[in-house]
Every structure is written in C-alpha cells, then in structure tokens.
C-alpha cells in the first residue's frame, strides 16, 4: 500500500481479516509511505486503516478493503514427468523455461500428445489452452492430464470443429504452439496472438506455405520450427498505468 500524506509523519498502517491484528510502521518521518502487506490468503476481504497521530492520540482513517479474490496465479499442478529430461529440448521448451516468459496463456493445435504437455507444465507456469478436432483423442487427453493432476489448473482441451476457425476470442495468447498447420490454420493462430510480443511457433508448416514473415529456427533432419513475433497494433502509444485512471488510481471501475 502506498500513500501520501501532507507534511513529514510516522508510518502507520493496520490490517487483518475480521480484525486490525497485523501492524506495520515506521518511524521515520516522511509524506511518501509505503506498507507491505504480508501473510495475505486467498480469497478473502481484508480491511486496513492508516494512522496519524495528534497531541498524543492515534487517530485512524475509515478501514479500506483490500480484496484477494482477483489473484490469477496458477495453483501448482503436480507433475510426475521424468526429472532426468530436465533440459529444454525445442525451442517452445526454451522458452517456458525463460523465466521471463513462464506466465501467461499458450495455445495449442495440431495433435498434442499428454507427455509433450505434462513437459511443458513442468517447465513453467502458463496456462494451456490445447484445441483438437479429434474427439477420441480429446477424452483420451483429458482423462490422463486429469489423473496427473493438471487438467483443469493448467490444461484445458477443447474439442472443435475447425482449428482454422477457432470459438475465441483474438489478441490473448503470449504463446501459440502450432504443430503442421496449413495457411488457414497459421492465419488464425496469429489472429489470437495478443499484440506486441505475442509469439507464433510453428512446426513444420505446410510445403509451399508463404511465411515470409516468421523466421527459421532450426532444419534438422525432420523437424522445422518457424517464429512469428506479433508486433504492436497501428496507431498505439505507451500507457504506464493500464487499469487507472490518469489520476494514477487503482480502479476506475
């Protein structure tokens, strides 16, 4: 929590969840404070208040809630894949191990096979959103990611009727995994990138297929992985404060 005061004062906040039991202060005098709240559960509605004091007596502001409901960090899903093949083998394994990168949404099309995901959800925290227009394959995949514990904390799979006409929305996946796509399919997977930064990795695209503007990483003996790095939308400036208002506040509702 951040505040400004007037003049020069001690800092003095408290906080807690049916009670102001938690305390933070300072004694140094200063207008810009800063409290750092800790111990902090999900989900719940804590209160806190900030202190000034006067002659003597501690004088409190109206108690401000502090919400833990909006908290998008995945629930660590468990795991159990083969701790000897730790090493990022592909270039979509580098970049979930890029710890820059390890959050986020990534789709997935083209078969996916459960070991390959299981992998990446090992190698960081993003969510996958896998589509498949098998259905067979769809339950098969559901069952085992269910049974090792990351169905549904960061997989999801989709069955649909086209991979080049997917039900989403545009503009949301930082990572899109497309494994043999053809024009129609590299053309939508890019309409879900999210802009300016949003990455298209695509394997062994479609012969012939015009990709003029991804770029080659590697052509080994079997497998061809191209980059596409969607750039920022026409037209658009910088905005330091994403969710304020230009009064720097934290809602604006």
């Known amino acids: 929590m951040r505040w400004t005061t007037a003049k020069p004062e001690a800092t003095h906040l408290q906080y807690g969840y049916g009670q102001f039991d938690q305390i933070v202060q ?7 404070h800063e409290a750092v709240l800790t111990g902090l559960q999900r989900p719940h509605e804590y209160q806190y208040r900030i202190g000034q004091q006067h002659s003597g007596t501690m004088h409190f502001t109206k108690p401000f809630l502090c919400d833990t409901f909006f908290h998008y960090t995945p629930i660590a899903a468990f795991c159990d894949t083969d701790p000897g093949r730790a090493e990022p083998e592909s270039p979509v394994e580098r970049i979930l191990a890029d710890r820059r990168s390890r959050t986020g949404m990534c789709l997935v099309t083209g078969h996916a096979d459960a070991d390959t995901l299981l992998r990446y959800c090992r190698l960081g925290q993003m969510r996958f959103v896998v589509v498949d227009t098998d259905a067979e394959r ?6 085992t990611l269910r049974a090792k ?3 549904g904390h960061q ?5 649909v009727r086209d991979t080049a006409a997917l039900p989403f929305v545009a503009n949301w996946a930082d990572l899109a995994v497309a494994v043999a796509p053809d024009s129609m399919v590299t053309r939508e997977v890019k309409r879900m990138l999210r802009p300016d930064g949003g990455t298209a990795l695509l394997l062994n695209p479609e012969p012939g297929m015009p990709i003029d503007d991804a770029e080659l990483l590697g052509d080994g003996d079997s497998d061809r992985w191209y980059r596409h790095v969607r750039g920022a939308l026409p037209g658009v400036g910088d905005w330091s404060h994403l969710y304020g208002t230009p009064d720097n506040s934290v809602f604006c509702g």
Not at 138 to 143: A, D, G, M
């Open 26 to 32: 300072h004694a140094e005098l200063r207008t810009e």
């Open 138 to 143: 769809v339950i098969q995949l559901r069952e």
């Open 149 to 151: 514990g990351v169905y």
């Open 155 to 159: 997989v999801s799979v989709h069955h």
